[in-house]
Nanobody, 123 residues
């Protein structure tokens, strides 16, 4: 199982980035997906999660209204659109996946993790 995150980079405050995560898990539509981030000296935090259904999404309060998670089951991919970025969003971003039943869109733990992609927002 592999999760390959990409799309990170250096952006000015107020800018946007779109992270992508390609997954080799099968069947992809049986997995809940999420993006986490970890900044130096801080604990890892859940940024956004999406269930097997795209209608089930959840966001950290700090990114609500600015970030959007989506999935493409045909491409086995999950995305994180990040707008209005601030320096506080600077972190290493990881995608994660968990095999779940349809009625449990947001598992307590995720089974598979990508390697992370660095996002740096300059002021």
């Amino acid at each position: 199982v592999q999760l390959q995150a990409s799309g990170g980079g250096l952006v000015q405050a107020g800018g946007s980035l779109r992270l992508s995560c390609a997954a080799s898990i099968r069947p992809f539509n049986r997995y809940a997906l999420a993006w986490f981030r970890q900044a130096p000296g801080k604990e890892r935090e859940l940024v956004a999660a999406i269930g097997r259904s795209s209608s089930s999404t959840r966001y950290a309060d700090s990114v609500k209204g600015r970030f959007a998670i989506s999935r493409d089951n045909d491409k086995n991919a999950v995305y994180l659109q990040m707008n209005s970025l601030t320096p506080e969003d600077t972190a290493n971003y990881y995608c994660a996946a968990a095999h779940v039943i349809l009625s449990n869109p947001f598992p307590r733990e995720y089974d598979y993790w990508g390697q992370g992609t660095q996002v740096t927002v300059s002021s």
